[in-house]
């Protein structure tokens, strides 16, 4: 069965702190890894796109990684603005039209 | 228009009542999705459709009832719905098919949904 798990599920960081985001993943035949920021009460927004070990995408002071069974999300010099809760979800070949979503890590950039 | 749009944004609704979400994409996409989104967890898939067509129930009970007249709507009626349904209902849509495409989805931004 396929499976995603984010860690930290929350994680405060000082404005200028980098860090970065875990999503483990067991699926039968990746297809995509999709990163999404979500606000609150808002719908989530589409960041990347990764489809095999080894790539990396970046977007301003975001870089996402991405391994046979993990991917991290990378976050450089944060501002106040990047806080959001950010999701993971992935595809397999053998799902369909499923796409299975992570709880979620919860960013707080301090001032 | 752009995007993924979603209707009404809000919506307070007693146990007895019937209403109708409605979501519209821009993108020319041929499939189109309902989430539900409860505090604390995961995204959960209710409905998929294909080129109109359903090929997902995921297991939703059936005072939720989907309608997708084409490609571009997608409609959740609701009837004696539950305080435990009360949620984020998101909508979102992709493009299926075509070879190396993780046909990511694209979401609306939601209808946040009070069940009295």
């Known amino acids: 069965e396929d499976q995603v798990t984010q860690s930290p599920e929350a994680l405060r960081l000082q404005e200028g702190e980098s860090s970065s985001l875990n999503c483990s993943y067991t699926?039968?035949?990746?297809?995509?890894l999709f990163w999404y920021r979500q606000d609150p009460g808002k719908g989530p927004e589409f960041l990347f796109t990764l489809y095999s070990a080894g790539e990396e995408k970046e977007k301003e002071r975001l870089k996402a990684t991405l391994t046979k069974k993990e991917s991290f999300l990378h976050i450089t010099a944060p501002k106040p603005e990047d806080s959001a809760t950010y999701l993971c979800?992935?595809?397999?070949?053998?799902?369909?039209?499923?796409?299975?979503f992570g709880s979620g890590t919860r960013l707080s950039i301090r001032p | 228009e752009t995007g993924v749009t979603q209707t009404p944004r809000h919506l307070v609704m007693g146990m007895t009542n019937k209403k109708s979400l409605k979501c519209e994409q821009h993108l020319g996409h041929n499939a189109m999705y309902w989430y539900k989104q409860s505090a604390k967890k995961p995204l959960e898939l209710m409905f998929v459709?294909?080129?109109?067509?359903?090929?997902e129930n995921n297991s939703v009970p059936s005072r939720f009832s989907p309608e997708c007249p084409n490609s571009s709507h997608l409609f959740l009626h609701l009837h004696t719905l539950q305080p435990e349904d009360s949620a984020l209902y998101l909508c979102a849509s992709s493009q299926e098919g075509g070879q190396g495409a993780g046909n990511e989805q694209f979401f609306g931004p939601g209808t946040r949904l009070t069940v009295l």
């Open positions: 459709y294909n080129f109109k067509e359903q090929t």
């Open positions: 979800a992935v595809r397999g070949y053998s799902s369909a039209s499923k796409i299975i």
């Open positions: 699926v039968s035949g990746l297809r995509g």
